[in-house]
């Protein structure tokens, strides 16, 4: 079982960074692929970023790519998602997701534990 928490979300204006966190309880989190979804108001939940067991890999959502950047440092049991440059549409709740598997995915369906998610809010 793996339990997540998410922490860093916040309001800012379009332009700031935001830094947020997830933290992992659990015996497994340095082999589980890690990834973090975001879900706007009245839209689905949407793929950002994932990485795989070690930190070797990570890809993105291809609009962020460039100014999001995922890590994760297994001996705190944590993985960050770095946000520059925000934008008002880059406005929503950001979750964190773990997968038993090890290789980073893009699927919301194939991740097994989720976090209660972040609150993220830029305004212009």
């Known amino acids: 079982q793996v339990q997540l928490a998410e922490s860093g979300g916040g309001s800012v204006q379009a332009g700031d960074s935001l830094r947020l966190s997830c933290a992992a309880s659990?015996?497994?989190?340095?082999?589980?692929?890690m990834g973090w979804f975001r879900q706007a108001p009245g839209k689905e939940r949407m793929f950002v970023a994932t990485?795989?067991?070690?930190?070797?890999?990570?890809y993105y959502a291809h609009p962020l790519k460039g100014r999001f950047t995922i890590s994760r440092d297994n001996a705190k049991n944590t993985v960050y998602l770095q946000m520059n440059s925000l934008k008002p549409e880059d406005t929503a709740v950001y979750y964190c997701?773990?997968?038993?598997?090890?290789?980073?995915?893009?699927?919301?369906?194939?991740?097994?534990?989720w976090g209660q998610g972040t609150q993220v809010t830029v305004s212009s």
């Open positions: 990485i795989n067991w070690s930190g070797s890999t990570a």
């Open positions: 659990g015996r497994t989190f340095s082999s589980n692929a």
């Open positions: 997701a773990a997968r038993i598997l090890g290789i980073g995915s893009s699927w919301r369906d194939e991740y097994d534990y």
